[in-house]
């Protein structure tokens, strides 16, 4: 069955095509949706929320259609906004609880689910304080919790990412790998980041200017990315020629240069350029492509 | 064995209740947010502190009942004479009510939930509606039984009591729907407080002046509107309409007829209006 199917989606705003003839579907277990910023990612969830009226084409969320039955689609669905969506004055106990009230729970199933969903997300004693007062990686668990609580069969996470260390960032994507699978909550995720998605998807559809990019399981995609960012303090020059002496493929990206990984032979290589040229590494990063250079690369092969 | 067992996810498959629990719920978390309760003792403060102010006037009137045998006032003129009171807690509780879910954009957290829109910006009304209605009409009840148990000479003033009852329930409908649409549209909460305070003073302070200078012209029959600037001589005008009570202002009459009534109308028909747009565009982001 399909948890989404999309078809012919086209959604114009006044002065912007967000959504351009979009046809797309997705099945049970976690999809990654990729693009740059402004490619309708953010637009296309709220369309599928039943939130936001389109141009042309259809939806449909878990069987319902995202048009005419957006009520039932939001019983059904959890939703993680991208942007920071919390009040700083109650703990993260009392909103959740509130929220999980706002889905239809009684009140005492809403305490237990929100104590229950809490802890799932990681949030231990700080949930009894003001949420004013959390970090960055504890809002996105909060967030995320919300969109929990009622137990919902598919959830919506807008860039849950976002804003969040690296450490904070494995963190939210294991945790959205355990709700995948363990939970057995179907996830749309979006990101800006084909990279970060690889690890946690079983299937990814990269938009770009609203139209569909490619949609694919997840072992077809990533061959193609496989590339770790290496960063130096100066001479990224002599380095990228050094890799390319050593036979790596090697392109330069800003300040930074993107090496395709043939195997583990590619990171002794790194090093050794690196001592070699005695030159001071200061950032060595696995799979976090920028999306651009993906379709720069496609664009390129075409 | 006292292990703690990780039990994994568990899902819920207990009930899911409709849309007008859901909308009461919201109203009752709103109502509460009010009064503070739930909420740090310092949000308590304001709204408790004003609710005992309104007492003042009870306590004062059932002594006096006791002692003396006399009323303070009358019922029907109660709103008038408290409404400094009454709009210091509108302008003071107003922002309490709608600032925080616009100015941190926590709409799209009830919006992505099976609330409507029209739900949630109801529940808010009815929430501050029955917050104000509860400011007014329980010291008048209090004074009603006090009047009852004293027992003065003479047939009980049951019928102004229930006029004022019923006049607090309309004037609590238009001061909340005023108060929450200036507030809506002043999501800071120091400014959604002076705002409403600033169109409280102004429509006090105008009343007298504008009639004043009508009524000095020779503009008599005109200088009655003026009085209807002011949200709770508008409801003493509609209150006279209706039960004959004593005009409570300081000069002049009001206009007679069902003018007053309407104009109420027509105010919070416009304030709805003004809450319903600013919602419409909070969503659409
Ligand atoms: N409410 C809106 N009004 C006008 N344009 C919008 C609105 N929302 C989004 N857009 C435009 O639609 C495009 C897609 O936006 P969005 O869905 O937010 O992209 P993403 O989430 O992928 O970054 C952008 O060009 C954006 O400026
Ligand atoms: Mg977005």
Redesign the interface.
């Known amino acids: 069955m399909h948890i989404l199917a999309i078809e012919g989606l086209t959604k114009r705003f006044p002065t912007v095509t967000a959504l351009d003839r979009l046809t797309v579907t997705a099945g049970p277990g976690v999809t990654g949706l990729v693009g740059a910023n402004g490619a309708g990612k953010s637009t296309l969830i709220k369309i599928l ?1 039943g ?2 009226p389109v141009s042309e084409g259809r939806a449909t969320v878990l069987g319902l259609d995202a048009f005419t039955q957006g ?1 039932e689609i ?2 059904l ?3 993680m ?1 991208e ?7 109650v703990s993260a106990t ?1 909103l959740v609880v ?2 999980a ?6 009140r005492t ?1 809403a305490r237990e ?1 929100a104590a ?1 969903v809490l802890r ?1 997300v990681g949030l231990a004693e700080e949930r009894y304080r003001p949420i004013g007062g959390y970090s960055t990686g504890m809002k996105q668990r909060v967030k995320l919790a ?1 969109a929990l609580v ?2 919902p069969k598919l959830i919506f996470l807008d860039e849950p990412t976002n804003g969040l260390d690296p450490r904070g960032r494995d963190e939210m994507l294991t945790l959205i790998r355990r709700i995948g699978t ?3 909550i179907s996830v749309l995720v979006t990101s800006h980041l084909l990279g970060e998605l690889e690890r946690v998807c079983d299937h990814v559809i990269v938009i770009d200017a609203g139209r569909l990019l490619r949609s694919s399981a997840l072992t077809e995609f990533t061959q193609a990315t496989e590339s770790i960012t290496v960063e130096v303090e100066e001479g990224a020059d002599a380095l990228a020629g050094r890799l390319a002496e050593l036979g790596q493929t090697v392109s330069p990206l800003g300040r930074t240069l993107l090496v395709e990984v043939r195997g583990p032979e590619t990171y002794d290589a790194v090093r050794d350029a690196a001592a070699d040229l005695d030159l001071c590494l200061i950032r060595l990063e696995q799979g976090r492509q920028r999306i651009e250079d993906v379709f720069r690369e496609e664009a390129a092969r075409v | 064995m006292s292990e703690i067992y990780d039990i ?5 498959d ?6 007008a ?2 909308t009461l ?2 109203g009752v ?1 709103s109502l509460r947010g009010v009064f503070g309760l ?1 909420r740090p003792a310092r949000s308590k403060i304001m709204p408790f502190s004003l609710a005992a102010v309104m007492m003042f006037p009870v306590v004062v009137s059932i002594a006096m009942m006791a002692l003396v045998q006399q009323r303070l006032g009358d019922y029907s003129g109660y709103a008038v004479v408290m409404q400094a009171v009454i709009a210091i807690f509108l302008a003071s509780q107003s922002p309490t009510v709608v600032a ?2 616009l100015r ?3 709409l ?9 829109i029209a739900e949630y910006v109801g529940a808010k009304v009815a929430a501050m509606t029955v917050a104000m209605f509860l400011l007014v009409a329980v010291p008048l009840t209090v004074m009603f039984i006090g009047d009852l148990l004293v027992d003065l000479p003479g047939p009980p003033p049951t019928g102004e009591y229930l006029g004022a009852v019923a006049m607090a329930a309309v004037l609590s409908v238009l001061l909340s729907t005023i108060g929450l649409a200036l507030a809506a549209l002043t999501p800071r909460r120091g400014l959604g407080v002076a705002s409403v305070i600033t169109v409280y003073l102004l429509s006090t302070g105008a009343a007298p002046m504008i009639f004043a200078a009508l009524y000095s012209t020779g503009h008599d029959a005109a200088a009655a509107w003026a009085w209807l600037i002011n949200p709770f001589w508008l409801v003493d005008a509609v209150q006279a309409g209706l039960f004959g009570t004593t005009q409570h202002i300081p000069e002049g009459s009001y206009p007679g007829g069902p003018v007053p009534a309407l104009i109420v109308l027509a105010l919070i028909a416009a304030a709805v209006a003004v809450l319903a747009a600013r919602y419409r565009k909070a ?2 982001q």
Not at chain 1, 83 to 89: G, R
Not at chain 2, 14 to 19: A, D, E, N
């Open positions: 929320l939130l936001l009520a939001r019983r669905v959890g939703y906004p942007h920071e969506c919390l009040p700083p004055d009392e509130h929220l009230r706002m889905s239809g729970l009684p199933a689910r229950d799932h919300q009622h137990d363990e939970f057995g | 994994g996810y568990r899902h819920y207990g009930p899911r209740l409709g849309r629990h859901t719920a919201l978390h739930g925080p879910d941190h954009r926590v799209p957290l009830y919006l992505s939930r099976p609330v409507t969503a659409a």
